[in-house]
Protein backbone atom coordinates (compact mmCIF):
# COMPACT_ATOMS: atom_id res chain seq x y z
CA UNK A 1 0.00 0.00 0.00
CA UNK A 2 1.24 3.46 -0.64
CA UNK A 3 1.53 5.87 1.78
CA UNK A 4 1.92 9.51 1.18
CA UNK A 5 3.13 12.69 2.48
CA UNK A 6 1.64 15.75 0.64
CA UNK A 7 4.17 18.89 1.78
CA UNK A 8 1.93 22.28 1.23
CA UNK A 9 -1.60 20.88 1.33
CA UNK A 10 -3.04 24.27 2.31
CA UNK A 11 -1.66 25.76 -1.34
CA UNK A 12 -3.71 26.14 -4.16
CA UNK A 13 -2.60 22.84 -5.64
CA UNK A 14 -2.30 21.09 -2.04
CA UNK A 15 -5.53 22.12 -1.01
CA UNK A 16 -7.04 20.06 -3.91
CA UNK A 17 -4.55 17.34 -4.54
CA UNK A 18 -4.93 16.00 -1.01
CA UNK A 19 -8.29 15.19 -1.24
CA UNK A 20 -8.22 13.35 -4.57
CA UNK A 21 -5.27 11.50 -3.90
CA UNK A 22 -7.09 10.40 -0.43
CA UNK A 23 -10.25 9.62 -2.70
CA UNK A 24 -7.82 7.25 -4.38
CA UNK A 25 -5.62 5.97 -2.01
CA UNK A 26 -8.06 6.06 1.33
CA UNK A 27 -7.52 8.85 3.86
CA UNK A 28 -5.68 7.50 6.66
CA UNK A 29 -2.60 6.99 3.34
CA UNK A 30 -2.13 10.47 2.14
CA UNK A 31 -0.56 12.90 4.98
CA UNK A 32 -1.36 16.14 4.65
CA UNK A 33 1.39 18.43 6.17
CA UNK A 34 1.74 22.43 5.79
CA UNK A 35 3.21 25.05 8.09
CA UNK A 36 0.12 26.41 8.98
CA UNK A 37 -3.25 24.61 9.38
CA UNK A 38 -5.19 23.62 6.40
CA UNK A 39 -8.75 23.69 5.49
CA UNK A 40 -11.38 21.97 7.97
CA UNK A 41 -11.89 19.05 5.81
CA UNK A 42 -8.03 18.13 5.29
CA UNK A 43 -7.56 17.75 8.80
CA UNK A 44 -10.12 16.21 9.59
CA UNK A 45 -10.31 14.22 7.17
CA UNK A 46 -7.04 12.19 7.17
CA UNK A 47 -4.03 12.66 8.88
CA UNK A 48 -2.35 16.21 9.37
CA UNK A 49 0.96 17.37 10.56
CA UNK A 50 2.56 20.75 10.85
CA UNK A 51 5.93 20.62 9.04
CA UNK A 52 8.21 23.11 8.15
CA UNK A 53 10.20 21.31 4.88
CA UNK A 54 13.34 23.39 5.69
CA UNK A 55 13.89 21.32 8.61
CA UNK A 56 15.21 17.97 7.50
CA UNK A 57 15.49 16.51 10.71
CA UNK A 58 11.69 16.94 11.51
CA UNK A 59 11.28 15.75 7.86
CA UNK A 60 13.02 13.06 7.67
CA UNK A 61 11.30 12.19 11.28
CA UNK A 62 8.03 12.54 9.71
CA UNK A 63 8.48 10.34 6.29
CA UNK A 64 10.52 7.79 8.41
CA UNK A 65 7.54 7.29 11.15
CA UNK A 66 4.58 7.19 8.27
CA UNK A 67 6.66 4.81 6.38
CA UNK A 68 6.38 7.44 3.36
CA UNK A 69 6.77 5.55 -0.17
CA UNK A 70 5.77 8.92 -2.31
CA UNK A 71 6.07 12.54 -1.64
CA UNK A 72 4.52 15.43 -3.65
CA UNK A 73 6.30 18.21 -2.65
CA UNK A 74 4.27 21.54 -3.52
CA UNK A 75 5.75 24.13 -1.02
CA UNK A 76 6.87 27.46 -2.63
CA UNK A 77 6.70 31.16 -2.44
CA UNK A 78 5.10 31.64 -6.28
CA UNK A 79 6.09 34.87 -8.85
CA UNK A 80 4.96 37.65 -7.82
CA UNK A 81 5.64 37.30 -3.99
CA UNK A 82 9.79 36.53 -4.66
CA UNK A 83 10.47 39.13 -6.78
CA UNK A 84 9.67 41.13 -3.14
CA UNK A 85 11.90 38.94 -1.39
CA UNK A 86 14.41 37.53 -3.71
CA UNK A 87 16.72 36.28 -0.96
CA UNK A 88 14.36 33.72 0.94
CA UNK A 89 12.42 32.95 -1.58
CA UNK A 90 15.06 31.34 -3.72
CA UNK A 91 16.34 29.50 -0.08
CA UNK A 92 12.58 28.30 0.67
CA UNK A 93 12.27 27.14 -3.00
CA UNK A 94 15.64 25.57 -3.35
CA UNK A 95 16.64 24.49 -0.07
CA UNK A 96 13.40 22.47 0.52
CA UNK A 97 13.92 20.76 -2.58
CA UNK A 98 16.91 19.70 -2.08
CA UNK A 99 15.83 18.21 1.42
CA UNK A 100 13.05 16.38 -0.03
CA UNK A 101 15.56 14.78 -2.41
CA UNK A 102 17.97 14.06 -0.28
CA UNK A 103 15.31 12.02 1.62
CA UNK A 104 14.43 10.08 -1.77
CA UNK A 105 18.04 9.06 -2.13
CA UNK A 106 18.67 8.28 1.99
CA UNK A 107 15.56 6.23 1.99
CA UNK A 108 14.96 5.00 -1.42
CA UNK A 109 11.17 6.19 -2.66
CA UNK A 110 9.30 5.19 -4.99
CA UNK A 111 8.58 8.75 -6.76
CA UNK A 112 8.77 12.88 -5.91
CA UNK A 113 6.91 14.53 -7.35
CA UNK A 114 7.78 18.75 -7.45
CA UNK A 115 5.90 21.17 -9.39
CA UNK A 116 7.82 23.46 -12.40
CA UNK A 117 5.95 25.90 -13.99
CA UNK A 118 5.73 28.11 -17.58
CA UNK A 119 8.14 30.26 -15.35
CA UNK A 120 11.63 28.54 -16.50
CA UNK A 121 11.12 29.85 -20.26
CA UNK A 122 12.16 33.81 -20.29
CA UNK A 123 12.00 36.19 -23.23
CA UNK A 124 14.43 35.10 -25.33
CA UNK A 125 11.91 31.88 -25.36
CA UNK A 126 9.61 31.24 -28.42
CA UNK A 127 6.33 32.75 -27.08
CA UNK A 128 4.04 30.64 -29.72
CA UNK A 129 4.04 26.88 -28.97
CA UNK A 130 6.62 26.61 -27.05
CA UNK A 131 8.25 23.49 -27.18
CA UNK A 132 9.23 21.21 -24.68
CA UNK A 133 13.10 21.52 -25.43
CA UNK A 134 13.54 25.30 -25.97
CA UNK A 135 15.75 28.04 -24.94
CA UNK A 136 15.40 28.46 -21.02
CA UNK A 137 16.29 32.16 -19.52
CA UNK A 138 14.08 33.03 -17.18
CA UNK A 139 14.58 36.62 -15.30
CA UNK A 140 12.76 36.24 -12.79
CA UNK A 141 13.56 34.88 -8.80
CA UNK A 142 10.80 31.96 -9.23
CA UNK A 143 11.51 31.30 -12.97
CA UNK A 144 15.10 31.05 -11.95
CA UNK A 145 14.97 28.74 -9.06
CA UNK A 146 11.77 26.77 -11.02
CA UNK A 147 14.86 26.15 -13.74
CA UNK A 148 17.37 25.15 -11.19
CA UNK A 149 14.82 22.55 -9.56
CA UNK A 150 14.39 20.64 -12.83
CA UNK A 151 17.99 20.35 -13.43
CA UNK A 152 18.13 18.64 -9.52
CA UNK A 153 15.58 16.69 -10.20
CA UNK A 154 17.42 15.10 -13.41
CA UNK A 155 20.59 14.92 -11.32
CA UNK A 156 19.56 12.91 -8.54
CA UNK A 157 17.47 11.19 -11.45
CA UNK A 158 20.53 9.90 -13.53
CA UNK A 159 23.06 10.22 -10.52
CA UNK A 160 21.48 8.47 -7.72
CA UNK A 161 18.09 6.45 -9.52
CA UNK A 162 15.50 8.77 -7.66
CA UNK A 163 12.24 8.70 -9.70
CA UNK A 164 11.06 12.61 -9.91
CA UNK A 165 8.56 13.50 -12.05
CA UNK A 166 7.43 17.13 -12.58
CA UNK A 167 5.05 19.35 -14.95
CA UNK A 168 5.30 22.47 -15.58
CA UNK A 169 2.08 24.03 -14.69
CA UNK A 170 0.46 27.15 -16.44
CA UNK A 171 -1.63 29.78 -14.48
CA UNK A 172 -3.79 27.73 -12.71
CA UNK A 173 -7.52 28.57 -12.02
CA UNK A 174 -9.44 27.44 -8.64
CA UNK A 175 -12.81 27.78 -7.36
CA UNK A 176 -11.70 26.13 -3.72
CA UNK A 177 -8.48 28.85 -3.25
CA UNK A 178 -8.33 32.35 -3.88
CA UNK A 179 -5.13 33.76 -5.63
CA UNK A 180 -1.61 33.24 -3.82
CA UNK A 181 0.68 35.76 -5.08
CA UNK A 182 1.24 34.91 -8.72
CA UNK A 183 1.69 36.39 -12.14
CA UNK A 184 -1.48 34.69 -13.38
CA UNK A 185 -3.62 35.12 -10.58
CA UNK A 186 -5.58 37.85 -11.91
CA UNK A 187 -7.59 34.89 -13.72
CA UNK A 188 -8.65 34.05 -10.43
CA UNK A 189 -9.34 37.02 -8.56
CA UNK A 190 -11.78 38.15 -11.45
CA UNK A 191 -14.02 35.44 -11.12
CA UNK A 192 -14.14 36.54 -6.94
CA UNK A 193 -14.50 40.42 -7.70
CA UNK A 194 -16.88 40.07 -10.21
CA UNK A 195 -18.90 38.39 -8.15
CA UNK A 196 -18.38 40.13 -4.93
CA UNK A 197 -18.23 43.94 -6.41
CA UNK A 198 -19.02 43.18 -9.98
CA UNK A 199 -16.16 45.01 -11.30
CA UNK A 200 -12.12 44.37 -11.33
CA UNK A 201 -9.15 46.05 -11.66
CA UNK A 202 -6.44 44.18 -13.69
CA UNK A 203 -2.56 44.25 -13.00
CA UNK A 204 -2.04 42.80 -16.50
CA UNK A 205 -2.59 44.61 -19.69
CA UNK A 206 -5.68 43.63 -21.53
CA UNK A 207 -4.50 41.67 -24.67
CA UNK A 208 -1.66 39.65 -22.34
CA UNK A 209 -2.57 36.08 -23.69
CA UNK A 210 -1.30 33.34 -21.05
CA UNK A 211 -1.75 29.71 -20.90
CA UNK A 212 -4.14 28.57 -18.45
CA UNK A 213 -5.68 25.50 -16.90
CA UNK A 214 -8.48 24.69 -14.79
CA UNK A 215 -7.55 23.05 -11.62
CA UNK A 216 -9.22 19.51 -12.02
CA UNK A 217 -7.65 19.05 -15.07
CA UNK A 218 -4.30 20.09 -13.42
CA UNK A 219 -5.08 17.30 -10.45
CA UNK A 220 -5.83 15.07 -13.02
CA UNK A 221 -2.65 15.66 -15.01
CA UNK A 222 -0.36 15.13 -11.64
CA UNK A 223 -1.84 12.12 -10.74
CA UNK A 224 -1.92 10.64 -14.13
CA UNK A 225 1.86 11.20 -14.66
CA UNK A 226 2.11 9.94 -10.97
CA UNK A 227 0.25 6.63 -12.05
CA UNK A 228 2.12 6.62 -15.27
CA UNK A 229 4.73 3.20 -15.65
CA UNK A 230 8.30 4.58 -15.50
CA UNK A 231 9.36 2.88 -18.85
CA UNK A 232 7.00 5.40 -21.14
CA UNK A 233 8.19 8.21 -19.34
CA UNK A 234 11.15 10.30 -21.60
CA UNK A 235 11.55 13.30 -19.41
CA UNK A 236 12.84 13.35 -15.83
CA UNK A 237 12.80 17.04 -15.82
CA UNK A 238 9.59 18.15 -16.41
CA UNK A 239 6.70 18.19 -18.54
CA UNK A 240 4.87 20.86 -20.55
CA UNK A 241 1.51 20.65 -20.42
CA UNK A 242 -1.37 23.21 -21.99
CA UNK A 243 -4.58 24.39 -21.27
CA UNK A 244 -6.08 27.16 -22.73
CA UNK A 245 -4.41 30.50 -23.53
CA UNK A 246 -6.53 33.58 -23.60
CA UNK A 247 -6.11 37.24 -21.99
CA UNK A 248 -7.63 39.25 -19.67
CA UNK A 249 -10.28 40.92 -22.24
CA UNK A 250 -11.45 37.72 -23.29
CA UNK A 251 -12.20 36.20 -19.64
CA UNK A 252 -13.96 39.48 -18.96
CA UNK A 253 -16.02 38.96 -22.10
CA UNK A 254 -17.04 35.15 -21.01
CA UNK A 255 -17.98 36.48 -17.26
CA UNK A 256 -20.09 39.24 -19.11
CA UNK A 257 -22.44 36.11 -20.23
CA UNK A 258 -22.78 35.36 -16.84
CA UNK A 259 -23.23 39.03 -14.81
CA UNK A 260 -23.97 41.20 -17.39
CA UNK A 261 -23.32 44.52 -16.04
CA UNK A 262 -19.37 43.37 -14.84
CA UNK A 263 -17.15 46.21 -15.78
CA UNK A 264 -12.74 45.47 -15.98
CA UNK A 265 -10.50 48.18 -16.18
CA UNK A 266 -6.40 47.80 -16.34
CA UNK A 267 -3.58 49.21 -13.99
CA UNK A 268 -0.63 47.17 -14.78
CA UNK A 269 2.03 46.65 -11.97
CA UNK A 270 5.42 44.78 -12.20
CA UNK A 271 3.73 41.35 -12.92
CA UNK A 272 3.29 42.92 -16.55
CA UNK A 273 7.15 43.02 -17.32
CA UNK A 274 7.06 39.20 -15.87
CA UNK A 275 3.69 38.23 -18.26
CA UNK A 276 5.57 39.43 -21.22
CA UNK A 277 8.35 37.06 -20.59
CA UNK A 278 6.59 34.05 -20.35
CA UNK A 279 4.82 31.60 -22.84
CA UNK A 280 1.57 32.47 -24.82
CA UNK A 281 0.72 29.00 -25.85
CA UNK A 282 2.47 25.67 -25.03
CA UNK A 283 3.12 22.54 -26.75
CA UNK A 284 2.69 19.68 -24.98
CA UNK A 285 2.95 16.79 -27.72
CA UNK A 286 5.13 14.85 -25.59
CA UNK A 287 3.17 14.68 -22.15
CA UNK A 288 0.46 13.58 -24.90
CA UNK A 289 2.49 10.84 -26.33
CA UNK A 290 3.99 9.36 -23.03
CA UNK A 291 1.19 9.37 -20.59
CA UNK A 292 -1.78 10.24 -22.85
CA UNK A 293 -2.39 14.35 -20.99
CA UNK A 294 -5.76 15.51 -22.17
CA UNK A 295 -7.84 18.20 -20.58
CA UNK A 296 -12.04 18.68 -20.11
CA UNK A 297 -12.22 22.38 -19.32
CA UNK A 298 -12.02 25.42 -22.00
CA UNK A 299 -12.68 28.91 -21.46
CA UNK A 300 -16.52 28.57 -21.53
CA UNK A 301 -16.89 25.71 -19.27
CA UNK A 302 -14.21 26.78 -17.01
CA UNK A 303 -15.84 30.35 -16.49
CA UNK A 304 -19.25 28.92 -15.88
CA UNK A 305 -18.25 26.60 -13.45
CA UNK A 306 -16.19 29.08 -11.43
CA UNK A 307 -19.47 31.93 -11.55
CA UNK A 308 -21.44 29.04 -10.65
CA UNK A 309 -19.35 27.72 -7.72
CA UNK A 310 -18.32 31.08 -6.06
CA UNK A 311 -21.91 32.58 -6.18
CA UNK A 312 -23.28 29.29 -4.44
CA UNK A 313 -20.23 29.92 -1.62
CA UNK A 314 -20.70 33.38 -1.65
CA UNK A 315 -24.82 33.13 -1.26
CA UNK A 316 -24.01 30.91 1.85
CA UNK A 317 -21.39 33.57 3.05
CA UNK A 318 -18.43 31.45 2.77
CA UNK A 319 -16.61 34.73 0.83
Avoid at 41 to 70: C, S, W, Y
Avoid at 104 to 112: D, F, Q, S, T, Y
Wanted: include cysteine; hydrophobic fraction near 35%; charged fraction near 25%.
Amino acid sequence: MEKILVIGCAGQIGSELTLELRRIYGNSNVIASDIKPASQEIMEGGPFEILDVLDPHRLFGTVARNKITQIYHLAAILSGNAEKKPIASWNINMTSLLNVLELGRELELKKIFWPSSIAVFGPTTPRENTPQYTVMEPNTVYGISKLAGERWLEYYSNKFGVDTRSIRYPGLISNKTEAGGGTTDYAVEIYYEAIKHGKYECFLNKDTTLPMMYMPDAIKATIDLMEAEKSTLSSCTSYNIAGVSFNPQEISSEIKKHIPNFSISYKPDFRQAIADSWPKSIDDSLAKKDWNHSIKYDLANMTKDMVDTIKEKFTKGLL
